[in-house]
């Protein structure tokens, strides 16, 4: 029967999280809420916050799991490399019952072929996540092109790694055992294959390591595929729209705005005016990627690849116009395919004089932006 955890078990367990998914230095994220909305999906409300490394301290609220921070989140590792590595099987992508079951199953299989071992967990949403633990640390890159060789032998409908790239900075996940301090166990956990459950306190008697070098090996049979942006017909903003959305991106708000919703919502437009190729191009750009990025986080060849993983998610989240002008950015004249030339022309800029909408206020200040500061 499981039991909540006493003072001397929480800091074990915060040091065991620790030593299996190694601290981030440089951000992690948190679950501030958790709830059921009208058609009975989960819904999750996170936020990042970068310069923020992962502390025990973290680790530790991450097992309490209190409102506020129900959870944390963060890509494992540091610029040495990592040692945990996740393939993620979203629960949309696998709408038939038991299909996911069917490929997490095929990439145990593939995974015990090569020496792998992998671990199984059950998001809050359905999902599944497999996860893989490394004898010593290697880079993001061959973790990540490891997972996905294993993940193509498996033929999954989609690949979805933890890491997604070369690096420490990249998207990061909700690490299991949320919560656990009150029953030993959390909102979801690691288990066997053959679905035994791993208390947080054992992870050190229950979870076998994977060879560095059969990661590696396999690493190695990675071929990448060239990422394309390909333009569909124009939407609802005529192709001329491109200008404006082009200078808007050239001339970011001054202070912190999210730059991964902006990217998404930026390249939503891009579709909408068929001419997301042309967007792509000017996002990717050396001028546009030191005024997003003026702390120099993300050197070019990081910045293309962000782009990249991105561009996937253009069209998957509804972010646009009333997005980027909560966030600051100035459109100007968008034209519609509806507009009249007669008529008059909207101008999309935010009232310097209307607050941010609450979530933007929250982001901003969670990432240490100051109302007035220039």
Same mark, same amino acid.
């Given at each position: 029967?499981?039991?909540?955890?006493?003072?001397?078990?929480?800091?074990?367990?915060?040091?065991?999280?620790?030593?299996?998914?190694?601290? &981030?230095?440089?951000?992690?994220?948190?679950?501030?809420?958790?709830?059921? &909305?009208?058609?009975?999906?989960?819904?999750?409300?996170?936020?990042?916050?970068?310069?923020?490394?992962?502390?025990?301290?973290?680790?530790?609220?991450?097992?309490?799991?209190?409102?506020?921070?129900?959870?944390?989140?963060?890509?494992?590792?540091?610029?040495?490399?990592?040692?945990?590595?996740?393939?993620?099987?979203?629960?949309?992508?696998?709408?038939?019952?038991?299909?996911?079951?069917?490929?997490?199953?095929?990439?145990?299989?593939?995974?015990?072929?090569?020496?792998? $071992?992998?671990?199984?967990?059950?998001?809050?949403?359905?999902?599944?996540?497999?996860?893989?633990?490394?004898?010593?640390?290697?880079?993001?890159?061959?973790?990540?092109?490891?997972?996905?060789?294993? #993940?193509?032998?498996?033929?999954?409908?989609?690949?979805?790694?933890?890491?997604?790239? %070369?690096?420490?900075?990249?998207?990061?996940?909700?690490?299991?055992?949320?919560?656990?301090?009150? /029953?030993?166990?959390?909102?979801?956990?690691?288990?066997?294959?053959?679905?035994?459950?791993?208390?947080?306190?054992?992870?050190?008697?229950?979870?076998?390591?994977?060879?560095?070098?059969?990661?590696?090996?396999? #690493?190695?049979?990675?071929?990448?595929?060239?990422?394309?942006?390909?333009? #569909?017909?124009?939407? /609802?903003?005529?192709?001329?729209?491109?200008?404006?959305?082009?200078?808007?991106?050239?001339?970011?708000?001054?202070?912190?705005?999210?730059?991964?919703?902006?990217?998404?919502?930026?390249? &939503?437009?891009?579709?909408?005016?068929?001419?997301?190729?042309?967007?792509?191009?000017?996002?990717?750009?050396?001028?546009?990627?030191? $005024?997003?990025?003026?702390?120099?986080?993300? +050197?070019?060849?990081?910045?293309?690849?962000?782009?990249?993983?991105?561009?996937?998610?253009?069209?998957?989240?509804?972010?646009?116009?009333?997005?980027?002008?909560?966030?600051?950015?100035?459109?100007?004249?968008?034209?519609?395919?509806? +507009?009249?030339?007669?008529?008059?022309?909207?101008?999309?800029?935010? %009232?310097?004089?209307?607050?941010?909408?609450?979530?933007?206020?929250?982001?901003?200040?969670?990432?240490?932006?100051?109302?007035?500061?220039?």
């Amino acid at each position: 029967m499981s039991t909540a955890l006493s003072k001397a078990d929480l800091e074990q367990a915060a040091a065991q999280l620790a030593k299996f998914y190694p601290p &981030n230095p440089h951000k992690h994220g948190r679950l501030t809420r958790l709830y059921t &909305n009208a058609e009975g999906q989960t819904v999750k409300r996170c936020t990042t916050l970068e310069g923020q490394g992962v502390t025990l301290g973290l680790l530790r609220q991450h097992l309490l799991g209190r409102p506020g921070c129900l959870a944390i989140g963060y890509l494992p590792g540091d610029d040495t490399g990592t040692t945990a590595g996740m393939i993620d099987l979203d629960a949309k992508d696998y709408p038939q019952p038991g299909s996911s079951d069917d490929a997490l199953h095929r990439l145990f299989d593939v995974s015990f072929s090569h020496g792998v $071992r992998c671990y199984p967990e059950t998001s809050t949403r359905g999902g599944l996540h497999a996860h893989v633990f490394s004898d010593g640390r290697i880079s993001h890159a061959v973790m990540s092109a490891a997972l996905r060789v294993l #993940a193509e032998d498996a033929e999954l409908v989609k690949t979805e790694p933890y890491p997604a790239g %070369d690096g420490p900075l990249s998207t990061w996940y909700i690490l299991p055992y949320a919560g656990a301090a009150r /029953d030993g166990l959390g909102r979801t956990q690691l288990t066997t294959d053959a679905g035994q459950i791993i208390p947080v306190i054992e992870l050190d008697e229950w979870l076998e390591l994977t060879p560095g070098d059969a990661l590696t090996a396999l #690493a190695e049979q990675y071929r990448p595929q060239e990422e394309t942006v390909t333009d #569909a017909p124009a939407d /609802d903003l005529k192709p001329e729209a491109v200008t404006a959305i082009c200078r808007a991106i050239q001339n970011p708000p001054q202070g912190t705005f999210d730059r991964h919703g902006s990217l998404v919502a930026f390249m &939503n437009l891009g579709g909408r005016c068929g001419r997301l190729s042309e967007v792509v191009r000017t996002l990717r750009s050396e001028e546009v990627r030191a $005024r997003w990025a003026p702390d120099g986080s993300r +050197d070019a060849d990081e910045w293309g690849k962000e782009i990249d993983r991105w561009v996937k998610a253009a069209g998957t989240r509804r972010r646009g116009i009333k997005f980027l002008l909560e966030q600051g950015f100035t459109l100007g004249h968008l034209p519609s395919v509806e +507009d009249d030339d007669t008529a008059a022309k909207i101008t999309f800029t935010r %009232d310097p004089k209307r607050p941010r909408s609450r979530s933007s206020r929250v982001h901003a200040r969670m990432k240490g932006w100051r109302h007035g500061r220039a």
